[in-house]
């Protein structure tokens, strides 16, 4: 079984953006009705097409990152527009439930304030049956916020342990120039949040958390020696250590990318993805290849067929348990 | 012949960093005597006993990076504190002219204003004969100002083009809490950078412009596929077509990552460097080989000897034209 642990509803029905630009407005927003065939002719053309058409079983399947626009301050719009999508996640995930998984999208304020993330954090995995969250490691957009080792986020870690759910870290917008969004602010925050983890003492404090780091780590992979040279000369333990929390994903568009993370990540650490539909749309012109078709470079990357079972299927199941238990009811 | 293009003077006699000490304690500052026996005395042990070891020839010698610290607004404090630092450099390499050639730091600010900074890139390449400059990207420290391709930085990119040096673009200390300095900010710069120039026409307005991206490039060699389908998606050009004026260095610490970077990125845009003594220092413990001794993985990386001499020594002296006047007038 293929599970790609990375999508995105990018292709969500008009009406959901209606309602944040109605929100972003100042207006008392509403989402207006979508019916189930608009859901269905949102995702079948598009990532349950390419879904299917690659090979994959199972996509773990979350709101658009960069819409979740955790920098609008005000609580209660930040709670009505990650209600929404969520919702409708869950109900692309109830029309398709073999082929999508719902992971929620969190109402995170650059403020920090938790009551209504955590809420929400309760309704989606609890209520829903959500399988997994996407936390912002920087909601201000701006990194105007403290590191996610900060035990101001300690209230958030808490509740994502207790429900034995994992969080994959992903930014939203960037909110200042010099990054562009998909091209550096999401590569710097994987990369950023990597070291604060090395730094910090987060999963002394929350043993049972698990991370999943998009986007291939980020710079990490590529620059290990990096990270092990740091901290042997700070005396941190060896980046190693972070791995019975950290994993991450495949969402890395060549070959050599691939190559390079199953190369210095074991592979019990590593979750197929392919961020699909993310940052980069098409083929290489090259090759013909899309570039998110990263199922192509994880299966020429020379793991054995156990090793390409778990970064496939088994790693999932074991770092996503509600999955699991989602799957196992459908007899799978 | 070995040219290491990124070493830094990260041992200086303390009578430096006392001065840098009691400029931010608003002291009226004066750098104490150095004597020459101290300047050898800070190098033969450290960088000089290494490159010697590791069978280097030349490097390219520039102020500790870390210790710029462009986010301190007074340019006056700056003038003074990056001639004081860069004219320690010029000492040291005319104390060991077939070893070192000096690399400058410019008194950048928050503000962005330039008049102080090129009169030093002028005073260092033309009066002292630096072969090249460093450009911090980011002098706010928290990426406060604006992108390298913006008008704002033309004076400044005007004459680094005139003199014909090249720029290695290159962060000093972050001031914010979710970037370790050497961990993180170092590469989200290299990585956001690059992505500046992707979307940006620097090149068209600077085509004899020349920049060398440190660390390997950040995340941006690992992600190569990445920045080609964000580039055909956008309209923009394939990121290939900035290799005419973008260079990269070899600071990557183990040898999955140096084999990525030859992999993905052609021989003639690979500049050999340790960052000695830089971010790691010590060996790894399950090999003994010293964390920076990048040459021994260039060495290995499967180059042919005409690609490996490129990365060793031919590039260098292209890309500096005045590190090759320099050598030339050597006999070398």
Redesign the interface.
């Known amino acids: 079984m293929i599970i790609d642990v990375h999508g995105h509803y990018t292709t969500a029905p008009g009406q959901l953006q209606a309602f944040r630009d109605a929100q972003l407005a100042g207006q008392t927003a509403e989402l207006a009705p979508v019916s189930d065939d608009e859901l269905r002719e949102s995702v079948e053309p598009n990532q349950l097409r390419i879904l299917r058409e690659r090979g994959g079983d199972v996509m773990l399947f979350s709101p658009k990152a960069s819409g979740m626009e955790h920098h609008v301050p005000d609580t209660a719009v930040a709670a009505a527009w990650a209600r929404a999508s969520n919702d409708l996640v869950h109900r692309v995930c109830a029309l398709y439930p073999e082929h999508f998984a719902p992971v929620a999208q969190l109402p995170q304020t650059p403020s920090g304030e938790l009551a209504g993330v955590i809420a929400e954090v309760r309704r989606t995995v609890t209520e829903l049956g959500f399988v997994g969250v996407n936390v912002n ?2 909601p201000s957009g701006t ?1 105007a ?3 996610v080792t900060d035990p101001s986020w300690n209230p958030l870690w808490e509740v994502i342990e207790e429900l034995d759910v994992p969080a994959m870290v992903h930014v939203s917008t960037a909110c ?5 969004t ?3 602010h999401y ?2 925050a994987d ?2 949040v990597f ?2 983890l ?2 910090g003492d987060l999963f002394q404090r929350f043993p049972g958390l698990r991370l999943v780091i998009p ?2 780590g ?2 990490v ?10 901290a ?2 700070n005396g941190w333990p060896d980046p190693a250590e972070l791995l019975g929390n950290v994993f991450f994903d495949t969402a ?3 070959q ?2 691939i ?2 993370l199953t ?2 990540v074991p592979s019990t650490n590593i979750l197929f993805s392919s961020e699909m539909l993310g ?4 083929a ?2 090259a090759t013909g290849i899309p ?2 078709d990263t199922l192509r470079y994880v299966e020429a990357a020379g793991l054995s067929p156990d090793d390409l079972a778990a970064v496939c299927e088994t790693n999932a199941r074991r770092v996503y348990p509600a999955l699991d238990r989602r799957l196992k009811a459908q007899g799978r």
């Open positions: 490691p920087d990194w916020g403290r590191p200042n120039p010099n990054f562009h998909l091209g550096a590569l710097n990369t950023s070291m604060q090395l730094q986007h291939g980020g710079a992979p590529y620059h290990w020696g990096r990270y092990r040279g740091l042997m000369r890395v568009y060549h050599p990318g190559d390079l190369r210095v940052a980069v749309r098409g290489d012109p570039w998110d």
